[in-house]
Structure formats: C-alpha cells, structure tokens
C-alpha cells in the first residue's frame, strides 16, 4: 500500500504504559504497521527538576486534589515541540465538546499533540502559554485524560487515508449529515421469531434509500433530537 505521509501523534502523560492500548489491535494497529500513523509517548514525570520527581501541587486557593505543575508540563512540552500544522490539544472535562466535525479537521493536519490532564488538573497558564485547545470527549468524569487520548486517537486515525478500505461507508454513518445511522440486520433471515423489514429483502434500492432515510430521521428525532437542530461544528 503506498501511503502519502505519516500522521505523527505525540502524547505527554504520567501513564506512557497505558498507550497504544486499544490502538495496539484491530484495524489501528494495522494502519499503524502500514505507517499511515505513528505514536510516541513522552512521560511527564521524567521533566521534573526534584529527586522525587514531583509533578503536581496544591491549587491556589484551596480545595481538593493536586494540579499539575506548568513549569514541568512546560519542559516536557518545549522538548517536543509539534509541527507548524498540528493541532495541540489538552484533554479534559473542563473542554469543547469533542464531534465528528472536530474530529475530521484534525484528520487533515500534519500530526497532533495530545496532554492528558490528571488529578484535579492542570495550570492554566501552562494551557495559555503553549495555545493549547482543551477538548472534552464527554460530559462524565475520566480519572484522567488517557482513556480520552485513546479515544480522540481512534477516532482520527481511522479517517486516515490507508485506514479504512471502504471510504464510502463512512458516508453513511452516524452523524454524518447530522442524524443517525438507521439500524442493520444480517443473516440469518429467521432469528428467534424475528425477521429484519421486509423493503430490505425486496432488492428494490430506491425503496430501501428511502427506508433507511425515514428510518434514521425517526431514530435521530426520538433519541437525539438536539443534531437535528444544532449547528454544525
Ligand atoms: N479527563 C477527565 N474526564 C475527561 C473527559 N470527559 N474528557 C476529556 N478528558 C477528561
């Protein structure tokens, strides 16, 4: 497979051993072989200037919890400095709500630099000084940005050109064109009593676009109204 470029992702996090993780298997792990993409971890702890290798602090002004210090996560970040055309991002629950939309302009740039927040946090002025985007895979609490970073990862990379073999299914999915995907069936025809519409066995594909597109409005206005009506992002 001749492949343009590598996408290059680079990750700061105090867990490089929770990386590639799933990315390590199916359909990533291949796309990764093939050099569509690559990773590399950097731990943050290794940019500490003590003998304890002290990461965090307290917050000030007092509350819970231990925020990430910004001269550390500032070492560790000008020592692997992205691309001109990256995105930079931090993760966390505080960001911009990550979407599909999000996720294709990413797909387009050169490579992407990812800081996986932990704790209560980290310095916001680390956040200003490097221009970093902060993004949220969710409205729920990870305890940390890592499982966000694997997500946010496989996302993109499948977009890749040299990922997937059918480009044309990602057409049809959900959230493109804002709605939901309509629902599938497979064999066998007979399963416990149930048989899948009969339009789909009817071989008549004008009908079945028209199911398929009646049927992906209905489920989208039921389940999630609100991408009906949104913006696109
Ligand atoms: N870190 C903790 N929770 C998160 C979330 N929902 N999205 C991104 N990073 C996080």
């Given amino acids: 497979m001749k492949i343009n470029r590598t996408y290059n992702i680079t990750v700061l996090t105090l867990f490089p051993e929770m990386f590639p993780g799933s990315l390590g298997h199916s359909l990533a792990a291949k796309a990764r072989e093939n050099r569509v993409w ?89 956040v200003k000084s490097r221009s970093l985007e902060e993004i949220s895979i969710g409205d729920y609490i990870l305890s940390g940005g890592e499982p966000a970073a694997i997500v946010l990862i496989d996302s993109v990379v499948r977009l890749l050109s040299g990922t997937l073999k059918e480009t044309a299914n990602i057409c049809e999915e959900s959230f493109e064109n804002s709605v939901l995907e309509y629902p ?49 992002k």
């Fill in 38 to 126: 690559d990773l590399q971890t950097v731990n943050i702890r290794d940019f500490a200037d003590d003998n304890y290798g002290t990461v965090d602090d307290v917050p000030y002004g007092g509350g819970p919890g231990m925020i990430l210090k910004p001269e550390v996560l500032g070492r560790a970040f000008d020592a692997n400095i992205p691309g001109k055309d990256w995105d930079k991002i931090v993760l966390t629950p505080r960001g911009k709500p990550l979407t599909q939309n999000r996720i294709k302009k990413i797909s387009t740039k050169k490579g992407l630099l990812i800081v996986c927040g932990r704790y209560e946090g980290l310095d916001e002025r680390f």
């Fill in 184 to 232: 599938q069936y497979t064999r066998p025809l007979h399963w416990e009593g149930m048989t899948p519409p009969e339009v789909l066995l009817s071989g008549d594909h004008a009908a079945i676009k028209k199911w398929r597109e009646e049927k992906s409005l209905e489920d989208t206005k039921s389940r999630r109204p609100e991408l009906i009506f949104n913006e696109k």
